[in-house]
């Protein structure tokens, strides 16, 4: 018991600061108005928030048409939406980009995000069990699937942990983050 309560308390410590001020952050109306700048495959952090639910931050893709894909909670599983229904999120986003990505990969990605429409949202402290996957896990499962098919490691979990969070994806130096101009 004494762990676990340790563990939220490191969690909470860690979960206070809302943005990482070394990336570019924008309002998602911002992000919503430079579509044209984003890409297949780009990956959207969303800064941390006050809810319970909110203070690891949230992680997407997007997919071929730029729609957000996301498992974004529970009851919910995989969700595609097209990016203007953030309009009114009172949190930031950061956008990053993997470096080098090519057509081989962003093809393979997309059938691996194709792959996750049919699991289910949970939580595992295991970042390499798909059978559930939460907002992170799912950033970081599909691009690692991806990679072993055409023959490269990609690993965004900048911290190697058990478990692999949005803020974790977010600093991998795998990743650029992407400056919208």
Known sequence: MKKIIMLLMVLLLV???????NYQWYTPREVISKIDQ?????????????????????????????????????????????LYTWADLERKIAVFRLKEMNNELKTELMKEIDLTINKKYGITFDKNFDKRLYCSQFVYDVFKKAGNTVGREIDLDSDGGSWVMPFDIMRSDMLENVILE
């Not at 979960?15 to 001020?21: Q, R, V, Y």
Request: aromatic content about 12%.
């Open 38 to 82: 984003l890409r297949p495959g780009d990956i959207l952090i969303l800064s941390k928030g006050s809810r319970f639910r909110e203070m690891w931050g949230h992680s997407v893709i997007l997919n071929d048409e730029k729609k957000v894909v996301e498992f974004p909670g529970y009851f919910s599983g995989y969700q595609e939406v097209p």
């Open 15 to 21: 979960s206070c600061e809302s943005i990482d001020p």
